[in-house]
């Protein structure tokens, strides 16, 4: 982001489920004035496909908007239940609700997801399928290995970019409240 010859750092934000990017300046935007959005050879998509260098420009109003307050955290309750019923049943992740609802003694892939375990399971812990990403990258959903393999692909064998074997859970995709919900509790900083 720049104005003439002066660089504005700020914060990116992706959201893989909206398939959107945004841009927060660190220090606010100025009131009526003209920027620059600069897409740069180099910048490559999930799949690995370079883009092609751009330039936007936009001039903001007359009056500089209201700063954004701080989100909120998302507690580890918000995200609970998706857990509890997505990923518990034979071969998964957590034992079913029938069975007590708590940890198995092995589970997929050696991953437990009961709500003893999950947090220190997920949290800077790397993906065993793609190591160079941690199946939750603290406040940077985009980031995190779990989030990209709850996506859904283009197809239901084909998994979201960047992932390896199918996508999880098994059967329907999460929806994206669901999506929503787990992106939250890992943008805000996830815990219990």
Same mark, same amino acid.
């Given at each position: 982001?720049?104005?003439?010859?002066?660089?504005?750092?700020?914060?990116?934000?992706?959201?893989?489920?909206?398939?959107?990017?945004?841009?927060?300046?660190?220090?606010?935007?100025?009131?009526?004035?003209?920027?620059?959005?600069?897409?740069?050879?180099?910048?490559?998509?999930?799949?690995?496909?370079?883009?092609?260098?751009?330039?936007?420009?936009?001039?903001?109003?007359?009056a500089?908007?209201?700063?954004?307050?701080?989100?909120?955290?998302?507690?580890?309750?918000?995200?609970?239940?998706?857990f509890?019923?997505?990923?518990?049943?034979?071969?998964?992740?957590?034992?079913?609700?029938?069975?007590?609802?708590?940890?198995?003694?092995s589970?997929?892939?050696?991953?437990?997801?009961?709500?003893?375990?999950?947090?220190?399971?997920?949290?800077?812990?790397?993906?065993?399928?793609?190591?160079?990403?941690?199946?939750?990258?603290?406040?940077?959903?985009?980031? $995190?290995?779990?989030?990209?393999?709850?996506?859904?692909?283009?197809?239901?064998?084909?998994?979201?970019?960047?992932?390896?074997?199918?996508?999880?859970?098994?059967?329907?995709?999460?929806?994206?409240?669901?999506?929503?919900?787990?992106a $939250?509790?890992i943008?805000?900083?996830?815990?219990?």
């Amino acid at each position: 982001m720049t104005t003439g010859a002066f660089y504005h750092p700020g914060a990116i934000r992706v959201d893989l489920i909206d398939k959107t990017v945004t841009y927060a300046p660190s220090g606010g935007w100025r009131a009526d004035l003209g920027y620059d959005v600069n897409v740069r050879a180099g910048l490559t998509s999930l799949q690995g496909c370079a883009a092609a260098p751009e330039q936007h420009s936009f001039r903001t109003a007359l009056a500089a908007p209201a700063a954004v307050p701080p989100e909120t955290p998302t507690p580890y309750a918000a995200v609970q239940p998706i857990f509890a019923a997505r990923c518990a049943g034979a071969g998964c992740h957590r034992a079913t609700a029938d069975d007590g609802g708590g940890c198995l003694a092995s589970p997929a892939v050696g991953l437990s997801l009961c709500d003893a375990d999950l947090v220190d399971a997920v949290l800077d812990v790397p993906s065993r399928q793609v190591s160079r990403l941690n199946l939750v990258e603290p406040r940077d959903a985009a980031r $995190s290995y779990l989030l990209r393999k709850l996506l859904p692909g283009d197809t239901p064998d084909r998994p979201a970019p960047t992932t390896l074997g199918q996508r999880d859970p098994p059967g329907a995709p999460l929806t994206d409240a669901e999506l929503r919900a787990i992106a $939250s509790w890992i943008d805000t900083g996830p815990a219990r």
